[in-house]
């Protein structure tokens, strides 16, 4: 028994001394570093980029919105009504806009290549009017969105002359911040991202 456990701490010190020589170990990296995302600093690197011209707070936001939430809701066949899986991702744009009221929405709807131009355009109307007014309805302000534009069925999201469920649709992307103040937001972004900390962090209240 003695000469096995021998056998074992050798073992384990051999272990230990070839995890510490691996470059790519967690002995040689800073403690949590595998569980960084690569997310950290990103509030104050996109307040120098935006200070200094590099980039605008769209395109930041445009891929925070993209990445977090369903910016797309799909219908049936020639209809603009919403169903309940549209209505759920709606629910989950609106809570997103409602967090930053200083930037300005377009809400693009689309149809597949069954039916005339024409028809067409008239029912991608209509489904993005369907869409910006459910968001209102769910406490989104009307003045947040700028525009609701048909596309018809001129930019299938997969080409097709028949009928398309994937084309149906309606999408919705930033196309800016508020009017009349391009710039309020600049240099401001990491306060925007605590205000939204700060808010998913209030205390609930949990009833016993």
């Given at each position: 028994?003695?000469?096995?456990?021998?056998?074992?701490?050798?073992?384990?010190?051999?272990?230990?001394?070839?995890?510490?020589?691996?470059?790519?170990?967690?002995?040689?990296?800073?403690?949590?570093?595998?569980?960084d995302?690569?997310?950290?600093?990103?509030?104050?690197?996109?307040?120098?980029?935006?200070?200094?011209?590099?980039?605008?707070l769209?395109?930041?936001?445009?891929?925070?919105?993209?990445?977090?939430?369903?910016?797309?809701?799909?219908?049936?066949?020639?209809?603009?009504?919403?169903?309940?899986?549209?209505?759920?991702?709606?629910?989950?744009?609106?809570?997103?806009?409602?967090?930053?009221?200083?930037?300005?929405?377009?809400?693009?709807?689309?149809?597949?290549?069954?039916?005339?131009?024409?028809y067409?355009?008239?029912?991608?109307?209509?489904?993005a009017?369907?869409?910006?007014?459910?968001?209102?309805?769910?406490?989104?302000?009307?003045?947040?969105?700028?525009?609701?534009?048909?596309?018809?069925?001129?930019?299938?999201?997969?080409?097709?002359?028949?009928?398309?469920?994937?084309?149906?649709?309606?999408?919705?992307?930033?196309?800016?911040?508020?009017?009349?103040?391009?710039?309020?937001?600049?240099?401001?972004?990491?306060?925007?991202?605590?205000?939204?900390?700060?808010?998913?962090?209030?205390?609930?209240?949990?009833?016993?």
């Amino acid at each position: 028994m003695a000469i096995n456990r021998r056998f074992f701490l050798l073992g384990a010190a051999g272990f230990g001394l070839t995890a510490c020589s691996d470059v790519n170990s967690s002995f040689n990296r800073e403690a949590g570093s595998q569980l960084d995302e690569g997310f950290f600093g990103n509030p104050t690197m996109h307040n120098t980029m935006l200070q200094s011209g590099q980039i605008s707070l769209a395109e930041i936001m445009t891929k925070r919105f993209h990445a977090e939430v369903p910016s797309m809701v799909n219908f049936a066949f020639d209809s603009s009504v919403l169903d309940e899986t549209a209505r759920a991702k709606l629910a989950i744009q609106a809570r997103w806009m409602k967090q930053f009221p200083e930037l300005r929405y377009k809400i693009y709807g689309h149809t597949d290549a069954v039916g005339t131009h024409a028809y067409n355009m008239g029912l991608g109307q209509r489904r993005a009017n369907a869409v910006k007014q459910h968001l209102i309805s769910l406490g989104v302000p009307t003045a947040s969105i700028l525009a609701v534009v048909s596309r018809g069925k001129t930019q299938p999201l997969i080409v097709s002359q028949g009928y398309e469920p994937a084309n149906r649709r309606t999408v919705t992307e930033i196309s800016g911040v508020m009017g009349r103040k391009p710039t309020v937001m600049d240099g401001r972004y990491a306060r925007i991202i605590d205000r939204q900390y700060v808010a998913s962090a209030q205390e609930a209240h949990v009833s016993e």
